[in-house]
């Protein structure tokens, strides 16, 4: 099973401040990818990453995947009460082992 | 993407009973689909992989003949959990492959409660 870390755990910030959220293996992948849940819901797929050193804007979101395609950012700008909730990360289905990262849980304060 | 759903969102089952969870694939026939296990404030656990004509594939530490699952049809996966206890307590989560190889799309979830 291909080990993905995630730091921070958790992170809480005040509205419009930025903030980054990574994720590493010791793996490499043929692609990644960054999901958003909401508490009781499914996680949403944002974005899937698949060349080395590529990276993706979504508005105030970019994600970057590392040269060596072990490891991934994501970045958000001016961060809202909306961008809150549980970032995941996860190798795409074309790995062979399907494993999410343990999250980071991103707090937005009004 | 594609769309899934699951069915039901919530269910609460006495300890002894058993549960089925659906997963359906509403525009995209898919031969793959993944369950996932979710405890609170912690990320989705692969359970096992679905597969449509065959036999699922689970992941070490999940017990085959207590989460039983069925993929008879190319949108219709069900998780089967038998003789539930409150251990089994979780958030369920099904998945499907995309279009793309690259891509996956999950459900809204089941919560199953066991009292």
């Known amino acids: 099973t291909q080990l993905l870390e995630q730091s921070p755990q958790f992170l809480s910030i005040q509205e419009g401040e930025n903030l980054t959220v990574y994720c590493n293996s010791s793996?490499?992948?043929?692609?990644l990818q960054w999901y958003r849940q909401e508490p009781g819901e499914g996680p949403v797929l944002l974005v899937t990453?698949?060349?080395?050193?590529e990276v993706k804007k979504l508005k105030r979101l970019t994600f970057q995947f590392g040269d060596a395609r072990k490891d991934s950012s994501l970045h958000i700008t001016a961060a809202q009460p909306g961008d809150t909730g549980l970032y995941l990360c996860?190798?795409?289905?074309?790995?062979?082992?399907?494993?999410f990262g343990a999250g980071t849980t991103v707090t937005v304060r009004a | 993407g594609a769309v899934v759903s699951q069915h039901p969102s919530r269910v609460i089952c006495k300890s002894g009973t058993s549960v089925k969870i659906e997963c359906r694939s509403l525009?995209?026939?898919?031969?793959?689909m993944f369950w996932y296990r979710q405890f609170p404030k912690q990320s989705l656990m692969l359970m096992a992989t679905?597969?449509?004509?065959?036999?699922?594939?689970?992941e070490q530490g999940v017990e085959k003949d207590k989460f039983l699952i069925n993929h008879a049809s190319l949108t219709l996966s069900t998780l089967t959990v038998t003789s539930a206890h409150p251990e089994d307590s979780s958030f369920y989560i099904c998945?499907?492959?995309?279009?793309?190889?690259?891509?996956?799309?999950f459900g809204p979830g089941t919560r199953l409660t066991v009292t």
């Open positions: 525009d995209f026939q898919a031969t793959t």
């Open positions: 996860a190798p795409g289905p074309n790995d062979y082992k399907l494993s």
């Open positions: 998945s499907v492959g995309g279009l793309s190889s690259y891509e996956q799309y």
């Open positions: 793996s490499v992948f043929s692609s």
């Open positions: 679905s597969n449509e004509g065959s036999k699922a594939t689970y």
């Open positions: 990453v698949v060349t080395g050193g």
